[in-house]
């Protein structure tokens, strides 16, 4: 099992910085990709951004060039740091630790969501 702890959500203007952190605790030897995901109301979940293990990002076509995901092993914790940040960001967003097997998702595990909102 793995245990995910966000922090960081809030209120802020358009335009306006926030930083999200997840702390990962438990299996965390299992686990190939953490990421950030968010669901705004009356939507689906979708990837914001993610990490492998070793380095590699990925991010959502939406947030290319404004958020920056980053993650310190030592801490087991990964960040996204929200620059630039626009209305249609809010939304609760959800930290995600992913075990992929033969490249497959075999399990996922996810934070309790932290709200964003960001006022125009």
């Known amino acids: 099992q793995v245990q995910l702890v966000e922090s960081g959500g809030g209120l802020v203007q358009a335009g306006g910085s926030l930083r999200l952190s997840c702390a990962a605790s438990g299996s965390i030897s299992n686990i190939n990709i953490m990421g950030w995901h968010r669901q705004a109301p009356g939507k689906q979940r979708d990837l914001v951004a993610d990490?492998?293990?070793?380095?590699?990002?990925n991010y959502a076509d939406s947030v290319k060039g404004r958020f920056t995901i980053s993650r310190d092993y030592s801490k087991n914790t990964v960040y996204l740091q929200m620059n630039s940040l626009k209305p249609e960001d809010t939304a609760v967003y959800y930290c995600?630790?992913?075990?992929?097997?033969?490249?497959?998702?075999?399990?996922?595990?996810w934070g309790q969501g932290t709200q964003v909102t960001v006022s125009s």
């Open positions: 995600n630790a992913r075990r992929v097997v033969g490249g497959l998702v075999a399990r996922d595990y």
């Open positions: 990490m492998v293990n070793g380095g590699s990002t």
